[in-house]
């Protein structure tokens, strides 16, 4: 399973113990949508400019542009986040206080912030924090920040038009005749409808 496959499954596991709601995600989703419409050019809200560099980049470490679509950032997700984060109190100390533990622990390995580091220095943290069974005990912070960013990143991508095409995801369509199940289906469930 690719890493995108993988990260689409857990876009579509609930919400639950998550600080934002389906409703919040859909507020935030339709915002970005709008302004990308109308041209407009998005200012952070939340973010500082230095955050905002970072969270492009962090997001496009984690959906990158593939064969199948674009990356997190040509589908909206930092403005996404942005939205959410200042509609989320409860989410904006955890997302800042993040952010500012990867600069330090990238100050600390690399003598710089992790915008201004190269491909390979970026990944070498974020391998540390990615794996959470692997983690170090040191790293819990950076763990559980990275979590819930890259929760935010795949929902913020699966509910943008591009991760929904991603996803081959075709909606409520109109079904001119019910002919049921696919025969090739119910032989692999071992059921047949009764005569």
Request: contains cysteine; proline residues 4%.
């Amino acid at each position: 399973m690719k890493r995108r496959e993988l990260i689409g499954l857990l876009a579509a596991a609930p919400l639950a113990g998550l600080d934002w709601t389906p409703v919040d995600v859909q507020r935030a989703a339709q915002a970005v949508a709008t302004l990308r419409r109308r041209g407009q050019a998005f200012q952070a809200q939340f973010f500082t400019a230095h955050e905002y560099q970072t969270v492009r980049i962090l997001v496009d470490l984690i959906i990158p542009r593939d064969e199948r679509s674009g990356s997190a950032t040509e589908a909206g997700v930092p403005e996404f986040m942005d939205f959410i984060a200042h509609d989320q109190s409860g989410l904006q100390t955890p997302l800042r206080g993040g952010l500012a533990w990867l600069d330090t622990e990238c100050r600390e390995r690399f003598g710089k912030d992790f915008a201004d580091l190269d491909d390979a220095q970026r990944r070498s943290v974020l391998d540390d924090i990615a794996w959470p069974a692997k983690a170090r005990p040191a790293m819990s912070q950076g763990v559980a920040f990275f979590n819930r960013f890259r929760d935010l990143t795949a929902t913020g991508f699966w509910s943008s038009k591009m991760g929904v095409d991603d996803l081959g995801y075709i909606g409520n369509t109109a079904v001119a005749e019910w002919k049921g199940c696919p025969d090739e289906q119910l032989k692999k469930l071992g059921v047949s409808y009764g005569d």
